[in-house]
């Protein structure tokens, strides 16, 4: 009787932590459309509603102008508006333009570091949402060797 119970224990644990273990779908906000566009301004478009996006300079870009392999290309974004709420990053000429979004609690500094994949050199482009406004700041990279073939 014992071992029945045994296994009986380890059975469901073992499913309570794989439904622990799944990702929760609910919490997330997942713009299919937008992240399978293949045209930047149609995923700039999608993902922010045709809202108007006005340039900053308070928006910074941090990557190297030159990228030897746009397979891991370190990039990181800064920015000194106030109260920002989300900043998303976007290639202009990849296969998929819109790379990532960060939601950004109300106590986070306006700063993200990552990594993304370049497939050519083109325009990289960062939209900061603050204070119910969206911002945009670009610049250009050089890409010797693709990464997102």
Request: charged share 15%; with cysteine; glycine share 4%.
């Amino acid at each position: 009787m014992l071992r029945r119970q045994l296994l009986q224990y380890i059975a469901s644990s073992s499913l309570l932590l794989c439904e622990l273990l799944k990702p929760i779908t609910a919490l997330a906000k997942w713009n299919k459309p937008a992240f399978s566009a293949d045209h930047l301004q149609t995923a700039i478009n999608l993902y922010f509603n045709n809202q108007t996006i006005t340039p900053s300079n308070q928006i910074k870009i941090g990557i190297n102008p030159i990228i030897e392999n746009g397979a891991v290309v370190p990039i990181k974004i800064e920015t000194d508006l106030a109260h920002p709420e989300s900043i998303t990053i976007f290639v202009e000429k990849n296969p998929n333009p819109l790379i990532a979004n960060f939601d950004l609690a109300p106590v986070c500094a306006g700063f993200i570091s990552t990594r993304i994949k370049v497939d050519q050199s083109s325009n990289v482009i960062a939209i900061v949402k603050a204070n119910g406004e969206i911002f945009s700041q670009k610049t250009f990279i050089q890409v010797h060797a693709g990464g997102c073939s």
